[in-house]
């Protein structure tokens, strides 16, 4: 519209919710103005309630307001002079508009009006009444749109219904009227079909771990999954909520959702369990909840109320040998892990965040199946002395593991195995720890760790080494021959060496001999065999402590 600013300057401004009609909604609008001057009454509600609800006269006085303003609408003058009346207000004033656009010819701007779930449309603003009421009768075949005309009514407990028709109202019953759900679901572009048995269907197959949901609707049944409603254009009760006044779907529909975790067969569902999904379902029928997350949200009222059990995901197993067979990790993760559960004990879970908490009853529930994200999680409630216990190491390099995790980020497996290593590298160590700490003594035992711990080929490289002098060179002489080496390696040790370590080949090959024995059986015998062979060549070589 132009206005004229100060200074004598006009200038075009565009009102808030209007744009310039296209020729699709001016041919729209002037077909339905034509319809609504013509055959005003076709857009009044049909009247579908019991007799005494007639007598009561629910309708009565809006609609003789609806009369009076039908029989006068050619009155050009009559309906100017009552267009921002208070005593025509709400549907009679929307006709009053409706009459005034028909009468003139001015479509050339437009109002727009939205509102979720009825959808949208422009119609010719004529008087101050309410927009939703001029847009609903001036897009009367709008089917879902044409509703809000008679939206006070339904604030009042008038129930109205959008069918083939047209407008039904029920009275008081929020009872649809027949084909009301044919209408719904039974166009076109509604992926929805009904069987021989008359249950509506979705028309593809999908979803077969998706929670199902089954509504009963004035007595018919439509089942469909939570998967299958994701594929939807339009959320199913939107599609529901926009066919009828008030929106309120809860009223004249219930539902039943099912769905179990993997692994709980036919076992009933705890009471709680049950509650919760109930509340989850009311929370969708009354638009409180959008269809994306329904799915989700049963399958969390149903894991976050079972109360027995082991649940990783969204499968359940009811003992503890099972539920770590599902766990992903290496052996010293699972086997820690089992040695947690029997300390920790039940009624505890592990959410995404990774920290544990509380559980109602004797049920462990996690989200990850990874060993490391969840010991990881654990990490801080776990004992150093749980390491000491499962894996028979030392209190403190137990701790020095712990506090390890704490700071760093290792992956949990590496560092229990590195842990593990250490152990039996100390472990091995002390079990091979005769024959004290000399130099002799050192060069020997570190010969035999060498060829145990990382094989033969390795302490050929060792005994190879020319650091050390005479004694640790002849040892490492000795050493080749006791192995069957020596050929091509004279040329890395002196003759004096040479002749050393060949006098020193007995001894040697006695303490190499009880060495492997020792290995195999970490027994007393077995130990006094060994610390004697040392002792006697320490002495012989001429170093004791």
């Given amino acids: 519209m132009a206005v004229k600013l100060p200074g004598d300057k006009r200038q075009k401004i565009r009102l808030r919710n209007t744009k310039t009609a296209s020729g699709e909604v001016k041919k729209r609008l002037k077909r339905n103005l034509a319809a609504l001057m013509e055959e005003p009454r076709k857009t009044l509600p049909i009247e579908e309630f019991p007799l005494e609800e007639r007598k009561k006269g629910i309708l009565r006085k809006t609609m003789v307001r609806i009369e009076e303003v039908i029989s006068r609408r ?35 701007t437009v109002m727009t009006f939205s509102l979720e779930p009825f959808g949208r449309a422009s119609f010719v603003r004529r008087g101050d009444g309410d927009a939703s009421k001029m847009a609903a009768l001036q897009n009367h075949d709008h089917p879902a749109l044409r509703l809000l005309l008679w939206e006070d009514l339904s604030r009042s407990g008038v129930w109205f219904f959008s069918t083939k028709e047209g407008v039904i109202c029920t009275g008081q019953r929020s009872e649809p009227p027949e084909g009301w759900l044919e209408g719904v679901l039974g166009h076109k572009t509604i992926p929805f079909t009904q069987t021989d048995g008359g249950v509506w269907i979705y028309k593809t197959r999908g979803g077969k771990n998706s929670p199902l949901l089954t509504l009963e609707v004035s007595g018919q049944t439509i089942e469909v999954n939570t998967e299958q409603l994701g594929k939807l254009d339009k959320p199913l009760i939107h599609l529901m909520a926009r066919r009828m006044l008030p929106p309120r779907v809860g009223s004249i529909c219930t539902v039943n959702a099912t769905w179990k975790p993997t692994g709980w067969g036919e076992k009933d569902l705890p009471k709680e369990a049950l509650e919760a999904i109930e509340e989850v379902c009311d929370a969708w029928l009354d638009l409180r909840l959008g269809e994306e997350d329904l799915g989700a949200r049963i399958k969390a009222a149903v894991l976050d109320n079972i109360d027995r059990g082991f649940l990783v995901g969204e499968r359940w197993v009811g003992d503890k040998d099972e539920f770590l067979t599902l ?24 959410e995404g965040d990774g920290q544990r908490s509380e ?37 403190e390099l137990a701790e020095q593991t712990w506090l390890k995790h704490i700071e760093g980020r290792d992956g949990t497996g590496a560092l229990l195995g590195r842990m593990k290593e250490q152990h039996e590298s100390m472990m091995l160590e002390e079990r091979f720890s005769g024959g004290g700490t000399n130099e002799a003594a050192n060069v020997m035992r570190n010969l035999i760790l060498t060829a145990i711990s990382e094989g033969m080929t390795a302490s050929i490289g060792l005994a190879r080494k020319r650091s050390g002098g005479m004694r640790t060179s002849a040892i490492g002489w000795a050493w080749l021959n ?59 070589v001429g170093q004791v402590d």
Avoid at 365 to 391: E, M, Q, V, Y
């Fill in 74 to 108: 050619n009155d050009r003058k009559w309906l100017l002079k009552r267009v921002n009346s208070r005593r025509y207000k709400g549907a009679p004033a929307a006709y009053i508009s409706g009459f005034l656009a028909a009468l003139g010819e001015d479509f050339d």
């Fill in 327 to 350: 766990l992903q990790g290496n052996e010293l993760e699972i086997e820690l892990l089992g040695a947690v559960l029997d300390d920790f004990g039940k009624g505890w879970s592990v």
């Fill in 359 to 395: 559980a109602v009853g004797d049920v462990i529930r996690i989200r990850t199946s990874t060993c490391h994200g969840l010991l990881k999680g654990l990490w801080k409630d776990i004992d150093p002395n749980a390491l000491a216990n499962c894996f028979g190491v030392s209190k």
């Fill in 482 to 540: 006791v192995i069957g080496r020596t050929k091509g390696q004279e040329w890395g040790f002196e003759e004096d060496a040479r002749r050393l370590g060949e006098a020193w080949v007995d001894d040697v090959q006695g303490i190499w001999e009880s060495s492997e024995r020792l290995n195999e059986n970490d027994g007393d015998e077995e130990r006094k065999t060994f610390n004697d062979a040392m002792e006697r060549f320490c002495g012989l």
